[in-house]
């Protein structure tokens, strides 16, 4: 059965640490994985998508990679802001034109 | 602004009811897709459209049904309404092929109870 599991649940941490979001996914022949910003009440925004064929993939202080042969991916946010405050969800979609497959999500407290 | 669009945002109603939620996509894509976020948060796919024609057909309750007039347009009509269907629901969009086509956009989600 096709799973992603997110850990840990939640995560507080103080302005400007360096922090590391964990994806693992069963059965390596993913499509692509993306990784989503959820705020509270409001919609999915798509952050970084990372194509089966990369290894990594990097926006602003965002930076995502992709480990196939280990079922992993992780998000790391350089210099977390108070505004990085969010639920951060992983996606692996198996086979082009199907449905995303979720984790959980993340919920990340960053305090000033 | 190109993006994925929903109405309503909120919709709260009494159980029995029937009502629909809309979607539009004008980013031009060829999928289109119902998830359903439960009240522990956890997003799951109910169905996609691929060119008007149903391609993922989850297991749910057939008193959901999808229908989707144009590329463009997937519209959830809810009958019977039932406390269980009270969730957040999102319309998302995607075109299917190769390279960076397959990033799923996603609506701002409609916020349904059922009282």
């Known amino acids: 059965k096709q799973e992603v599991t997110q850990i840990p649940a939640a995560l507080s941490v103080p302005e400007g640490e360096n922090l590391v979001l964990n994806c693992s996914f069963t059965?390596?022949?993913?499509?692509?994985l993306q990784w989503f910003r959820q705020d509270p009440g409001k919609g999915l925004t798509s952050l970084l998508l990372?194509?089966?064929?990369?290894r990594e993939q990097t926006s602003g202080r965002l930076n995502a990679s992709l480990d196939k042969s280990s079922g992993r991916s992780t998000l790391y946010i350089a210099a977390s802001q108070p505004g990085d405050s969010a639920t951060y969800l992983c996606?692996?979609?198996?086979?082009?034109?199907?449905?995303?497959?979720f984790g959980k999500g993340t919920t990340l407290s960053v305090s000033s | 602004d190109t993006a994925v669009s929903q109405t309503p945002k909120y919709l709260v109603t009494q159980m029995g009811n029937d009502k629909s939620i809309k979607c539009e996509q004008n980013?031009?894509?060829?999928?289109m897709y119902w998830y359903k976020q439960d009240s522990k948060k956890f997003l799951k796919i109910m169905f996609s459209?691929?060119?008007?024609?149903?391609?993922i057909n989850e297991t749910v309750p057939n008193r959901f049904s999808p229908k989707s007039p144009d590329k463009a347009h997937l519209n959830l009509h809810i009958n019977s309404l039932e406390l269980g269907d009270s969730a957040v629901y999102f319309c998302?969009?995607?075109?299917?092929?190769?390279?960076?086509?397959?990033?799923?956009?996603f609506g701002p989600g409609t916020r349904l109870t059922v009282l």
């Open positions: 998302a969009s995607s075109r299917t092929g190769g390279g960076l086509y397959n990033e799923q956009f």
């Open positions: 059965d390596s022949a993913i499509y692509n």
């Open positions: 990372i194509q089966s064929s990369q």
């Open positions: 996606a692996v979609l198996w086979q082009a034109g199907t449905a995303l497959i």
């Open positions: 980013l031009g894509h060829d999928t």
């Open positions: 459209y691929n060119n008007k024609e149903l391609i």
